[in-house]
């Protein structure tokens, strides 16, 4: 390291000191009883100027907070233009915390627009694996981008090798919809089934449950390398926390009560905060992460706005009960009703009245597109998605109406199976014009191997849905290409999750062009 180095760095570490309240307990040169990096590297939220660099120190994964106990580790960390660090940008050291079980989140600004870098992390002797991660253009730059979208990736249900395709691909971003980890109970001895390996723990409720699932999760390397080859933006479904959790509202409220829920959820939120690289604030330590924002946009210059939205923590409860219900029952029809918060609505359709960005993108958790027909008296209804909503949905179909018809787009997750929908008006709109595009991405793991098909898509079926365009049953991702004129969607698909080495290949590609309305296949 050469002087001038040294000396800022001395000068950045004596500024940490100096906001460091148990300056005793710092460690400036760590010993670890084991590789602290084993749960990897990652990057997010990039912006034309910024990137939140993340890693959680974790000798032994496993155990709480990671086999560490007391002391306040030291965490340097670098940023390169090259892979061999010859050419350092920025460099700087951050405190590794109990409190956040040794989590790190480092905010690095001052980057160029439109750049890649290179980036790690260094602890005591101990050196990261080097992570890949690009700056957002700038405001004027309309060079096309490419991001891939991906949901659900229950870690017994099936191998991880879409996320092992997916970090080969040539993207920019990354952003997963909901559902990284799942709450499940390891299964008893002798009762695999269908597991391809199996959950530890039992299930979660603590935050040292949490903390450990998310452990496991990351154990595997193809997640790992998924994180350290390009940024990500990540959201969260039901089973951050638990099943079809609506707010405060288990799955099963009569087992657990709101009281216990606030203190699920706190620790759910805190676990996902330390374990992804989102630009949020920590709560402060001693109060509650039972409310916690993650609800945000991410520009790409003048393409695109992604609306990071969570559908999970202010919702009104699913109508009738939940699970899948025939109508009329109470409270469908509730204009009440909401997806998203009454505050996270307003903050939308605001962003979608004053937001220039050529492309209008919803990071959405459960399906949305409305139906061709309505529903009749007898009819079932999924209640837990944007059908068991229909007034919240309703708003939100006049928000694009009104503000961005013809440049809306909604990504989702959720239900493990790929869809392509055009998107209408609601049934309270006359004519119903197809307004925005729908696609829907299947599962990187949950449900096992699947099939090329749907039983109930038949031909007859998609004659009398003409919204939906095409539907299909493999495990993959999402590839989007995105320019000022035309949204491509390529589904990348996997055939099988149950054995290891599947290959990739793309079950079908789609497009939409700005300012037209329709989805067609390429
Ligand atoms: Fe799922
Ligand atoms: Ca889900």
Known sequence: MDRRHFVRDLARLSALAATTPSLWRLRWRPAFAGDPFTL??????????????????????????????????????????????????????????????YSVHVDVGGLRPGRWYHYRFMSGDAVSETGRVCTAPDTHDQTPFSFTFLSCQHYEQGLYTALHHMSEEDVHLAVHLGDYIYETAAPAPGQMGNRVRAHVGPNIHTLDDYRQRYALYKSDPALRRAHAHYPWLLIWDDHEVDNNYANLINELPAQENEAVMRVRRAGAYQAWYEHQPVRLKPIAHGKSWTDYRIYRTLEWGPLARFYALDGRQYRTDQPCGDGSKAIPCDGYDAPGQTMLGAAQEQWLYNGLAH???????????????????????????????????????????????????????????????????????????????????????????????????????????????????????????????????????????????SQPDAPVKTASSWRTERGQAGVQKI
């Open 40 to 101: 990897g590297v990652a990057s997010g939220d990039p912006t034309a100027s910024s990137v939140v660099l993340w890693t959680r120190l974790a000798p032994t994964p496993l155990d709480p907070l990671g086999g560490l106990g007391g002391e306040r580790p030291v965490v340097r960390w670098e940023l390169a233009d090259d892979d061999k660090f010859s050419r350092i940008v920025k460099r700087g050291a951050a405190t590794a915390t109990p409190e956040l079980a």
């Open 355 to 497: 937001s220039h960005a050529q492309w209008q993108v919803l990071a959405n958790q459960v399906v949305f597109s409305p139906p061709d027909e309505p529903p009749k008296a007898g009819d079932r209804v999924q209640m837990d998605n944007w059908h068991g909503y229909p007034a919240a949905r309703d708003r939100a179909l006049a928000a694009i109406a009104t503000h961005a018809p013809g440049r809306t787009v909604v990504l989702t997750g959720d239900i493990h199976d790929n869809w392509v929908y055009d998107v209408r008006r609601g049934f309270d709109a006359r004519d119903r014009p197809v307004i925005a595009t729908e696609f829907v991405g299947t599962s990187i793991s949950s449900g096992g191997d699947g099939s090329d098909t749907i039983a109930r898509v038949t031909p007859a079926y998609l004659a009398a849905n003409p919204s939906l365009k095409w539907a299909n049953d493999r495990r993959g991702y999402v590839r989007c290409t995105v320019s000022e004129s035309e949204w491509r969607a390529d589904y990348r698909v996997v055939p099988f999750v």
